[in-house]
C-alpha cells in the first residue's frame, strides 16, 4: 500500500488541523485540492493521507478516491475520521511525497530514535542542516 504526505500549511497544532478537516468535511468525507495528478493514484487509494505539522508526522485520513475538477485540478478525498499518531519527524515540504507503507508511521507505535521528542523548533533547525 502507498501513502501520501502533506505539510499542513498554516496550521500551528493537531487542533488546527482537527478544526480545518471538520469544517471541510461533508457527508464522511474530506476534499483536498492538488493542482497535480499523482501518477500512482491506483496505489493510493486505501491509503492514507498523512499530515505534517512543524516538521512532524502527526496525524492521518484514508484516500477513498480522486475526483476530477472544472477548474482541471484534483480532489483527494478522504474519510473525515482523522487518525491521530505519535508525532515522526518529517522534514517539511511543498505539496505532496510518496511514503511507503514499510515508513509510514502507525497509531500506537512508537519514534525510537527520539527525534519526535525534540522540540518543533530544534527539529527544525537539525532539519534545515541535513542533520535529521
Same mark, same amino acid.
Given at each position: 500500500?502507498? #501513502? ?7 496550521? =500551528?497544532?493537531?487542533? =488546527?488541523?482537527? *478544526? /480545518?478537516? =471538520? ?13 497535480? /495528478?499523482?501518477? @500512482? ?8 493521507? #498523512? ?9 492521518? *485520513?484514508?484516500?477513498? /478516491?480522486?475526483?476530477? @475538477?472544472?477548474?482541471g /485540478?484534483?480532489?483527494?478525498?478522504? %474519510? &473525515?475520521?482523522?487518525i ?8 517539511? #515540504? ?8 514499510? &515508513? %509510514? ?13 525534540l ?10 542542516? =541535513?542533520?535529521?
Amino acid at each position: 500500500m502507498l #501513502h501520501l504526505t502533506k505539510t499542513a500549511v498554516g496550521c =500551528a497544532s493537531l487542533e =488546527a488541523l482537527s *478544526n /480545518r478537516l =471538520a469544517r471541510r468535511a461533508s457527508g464522511g468525507e474530506v476534499r483536498v485540492v492538488t493542482r497535480m /495528478r499523482p501518477k @500512482r493514484m491506483p496505489e493510493l487509494i486505501g491509503g492514507s493521507l #498523512h499530515w505534517i505539522v512543524k516538521h512532524r508526522i502527526i496525524a492521518r *485520513n484514508e484516500i477513498l /478516491r480522486f475526483d476530477d @475538477r472544472s477548474d482541471g /485540478r484534483i480532489d483527494i478525498v478522504c %474519510a &473525515d475520521s482523522l487518525i491521530i499518531l505519535p508525532p515522526a519527524p518529517k522534514r517539511a #515540504h511543498q505539496g505532496w511525497r510518496y511514503l511507503e507503507e514499510g &515508513d %509510514a508511521p502507525e497509531p500506537g507505535g512508537g519514534d525510537d530514535s527520539g527525534l519526535g521528542a525534540l522540540p518543533p523548533s530544534l527539529y527544525g533547525k537539525l532539519a534545515a542542516l =541535513a542533520l535529521v
